[in-house]
């Protein structure tokens, strides 16, 4: 149980484009969803929190219009990375929780690799 | 702010020796402590968690972890591992949010 899916796992675009990589909770309704960013050899780094129905909220540092999250759904959340650049070229990670604000109950995505070209 | 660090980037065992991956925090406040496992191509799993009561955790395959308050750290340990337990491990922390150390990739020669 409690199974996260990511899409696509990977993905090569051109500088300028836009990509969105989706995260879906398949056998539960995940109130409230994250989305990390890992660099090589480094840790998982919080990107921004989403609660089902409200806006995200970003962490220090992260730019909420070039990285656009939409949790619409009770399971499925986006992450939209706009006018990609090369430096956007990273691992990202989303995770689900049951609870709303359940930090500990975090289940986890895949990956995506995004490659800006 | 918080911070967690591991202490090996990489380890390298036969099978049937001895594990220790180190992990430090720090924050002060009270925290739950984490350590998650991801194998090759596959998620990362939660192998085990501390958030009160007995220091000593113990977690699936055999792992178990070992909070010290006073030293801030939350070891993980297991007595004799096995080649399937090749992966990258992460301590994690939560105090105001979720905080994972850098990793610790493991890689046990059969």
């Known amino acids: 149980g409690a199974v996260v899916s990511q899409h696509p796992s990977w993905v090569i675009c051109k500088s300028g484009t836009s990509v969105k990589i989706e995260c879906r909770s398949l056998d539960f309704q995940a109130t409230t969803m994250f989305w990390y960013r890992q660099f090589p050899k480094q840790s998982l780094m919080l990107m921004a929190t989403s609660n089902e129905g409200s806006k995200a909220t970003y962490e220090q540092g992260v730019e909420k219009d070039k990285f656009l999250i939409n949790h619409a759904s009770l399971t499925l959340s986006t992450l939209t990375v706009t006018s990609a650049h090369p430096e956007d070229s990273s691992f990202y990670i989303c995770?689900?929780?049951?609870?709303?604000?359940?930090?500990?109950?975090?289940?986890f995505g895949p990956g995506t690799r995004l490659t800006v070209t | 702010a918080q911070s967690v660090s591991q202490h090996n980037h990489h380890v390298i065992l036969s099978e049937a020796a001895s594990l220790e991956l180190g992990c430090n925090y720090s924050y002060g406040g009270t925290v739950n402590l984490f350590w998650y496992v991801q194998y090759p191509g596959q998620h990362l799993q939660l192998l085990l968690k501390y958030f009160s009561g007995d220091p000593l955790v113990k977690g699936i395959k055999g792992f178990e972890a070992e909070f010290i308050k006073s030293k801030f750290s939350f070891n993980l340990r297991k007595p004799s591992v096995q080649w399937s337990d090749t992966a990258e491990y992460f301590c994690a922390v939560i105090g105001e949010k979720l905080v994972f150390g850098a990793g610790t990739i493991l890689r046990v020669k059969s």
């Open positions: 995770s689900a929780s049951t609870l709303s604000g359940a930090l500990y109950e975090q289940h």
